[in-house]
């Protein structure tokens, strides 16, 4: 059974940082490209960023190009999406997501990060 478990995330002022981790167990984590999606109240899901499998390179929106950064250690099965210089409009529930097929698509449960002074 595939799972991913995230951690990190709360609550920080703007200007601040914070890191979200993303445990996967269940498939061969380190052929799989992982993304991080977030989605704000009354907004569409927006993918965020993308990491390759080896996390050689990475993809990020232009909305948090700058400030956030995706890697992944394959010897721990976990991504990272580090997030810094944050702003109120970062607030969302951030998930990791793994792609394998359109039927196997599987999520994290969501985690909440809260930007606000």
């Known amino acids: 059974q595939v799972q991913l478990v995230q951690s990190g995330g709360g609550s920080v002022q703007p200007g601040g940082s914070l890191r979200l981790s993303c445990a996967a167990s269940?498939?061969?984590?380190?052929?799989?490209?992982v993304n991080w999606y977030r989605q704000a109240p009354g907004k569409q899901r927006e993918l965020v960023t993308t990491?390759?499998?080896?996390?050689?390179?990475?993809n990020h929106a232009d909305s948090v190009k700058g400030r956030f950064t995706g890697s992944r250690d394959n010897a721990k099965n976990t991504v990272y999406l580090q997030m810094n210089s944050l702003k109120p409009e970062d607030t969302a529930v951030y998930y990791c997501?793994?792609?394998?097929?359109?039927?196997?698509?599987?999520w994290g449960q969501g985690t909440q990060v809260t930007v606000s002074s």
């Open positions: 997501n793994v792609r394998v097929t359109v039927q196997r698509d599987y």
């Open positions: 990491i390759s499998s080896g996390g050689v390179w990475t």
């Open positions: 269940g498939l061969i984590f380190s052929i799989w490209t």
